[in-house]
């Protein structure tokens, strides 16, 4: 594949992916950190888990120890010297679109272990991407893993942040009012839980936190540029959210 920046129409959305050939040295197993995730951020599956709210539908993602396994290696590879994941105490909140028209067809693409299709994304690890949360183009909130649990949803960000997929885009489906209502109470819900949390952001401003006390990559190359969910949507959620959450270019 060609190296260098590429526009990836997706959905009506257009994504900025690096692309680059060749291995970097966060892949090669001998030049690899290798470094164990220290015990404070270690983290173990939870066979048994609630959603953080009653109002919101669990729906768990099967695969849950091969996918914790994966994703640890995933921050192994990624983390750079010295920065640990903080699952326990999430910082940043990440909204984010499916590009996709249903919850169901996200959930199914999270649902493997293993990521499969993405070359863009398979040097970066095998495990799948994912999120925590999928919220219903009619507001309903459903829950596919524990909030401790990191995920793959935002590269520089997956060590201390949690993930919510809207499900739409910007153009065939775009996002509703009860996905920004539903959004609104989720972060409430999620502060409450959480008080460790201290930005909101699109997952289109996540670039922004580089360089950031936050932002944690190895490999400078391993970047992308997205659009979702776009300006719109995250003025629209800000606006009803409680003060007090920062956005992507505060530390
Ligand atoms: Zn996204």
Redesign the pocket.
């Known amino acids: 594949m060609r190296r260098g920046w590429r526009a990836v129409g997706a959905a009506g959305a257009l994504a900025l992916l690096w692309i680059s050939t060749g291995l970097s040295a966060s892949e090669t197993p001998e030049t690899s950190t290798g470094k164990p995730i220290p015990a404070s951020s270690d983290w173990a599956p939870v066979a048994a888990w609630a959603p953080v709210a009653a109002w919101v539908t669990a729906r768990p993602l099967p695969h849950a120890d091969e996918r914790a396994a994966l994703m640890q290696d995933y921050l192994r590879q990624h983390l750079p010297a010295g920065v640990a994941a903080t699952p326990e105490a999430p910082r940043v909140v990440v909204l984010?679109?499916t590009a996709g028209p249903t919850a169901e067809s996200c959930w199914q693409t999270f649902a493997p272990a293993r990521l499969s299709g993405r070359p863009e994304l398979q040097r970066g690890g095998a495990v799948n991407v994912g999120a925590h949360f999928i919220v219903e183009r009619d507001g309903t909130v459903i829950q596919v893993q524990p909030t401790t649990t990191p995920a793959r949803?935002?590269i520089g960000l997956n060590h201390l942040s949690i993930g919510v997929e809207n499900v739409g885009d910007g153009a065939r489906y775009p996002l509703t009012e009860a996905q920004v209502a539903s959004n609104i109470r989720l972060i409430a819900e999620l502060r409450a839980v959480h008080p460790s949390i201290s930005h909101l952001i699109g997952?289109h401003e996540a670039l922004s936190m580089k360089g950031g006390p936050l932002y944690a990559e190895a490999d400078p190359k391993y970047v992308n540029q997205?659009a979702?969910p776009g300006d719109a949507f995250m003025a629209k959620v800000r606006a009803g959210v409680a003060p007090g959450l920062r956005g992507p270019a505060a530390p």
């Open positions: 984010h679109w949803h935002a997952h997205k979702d």
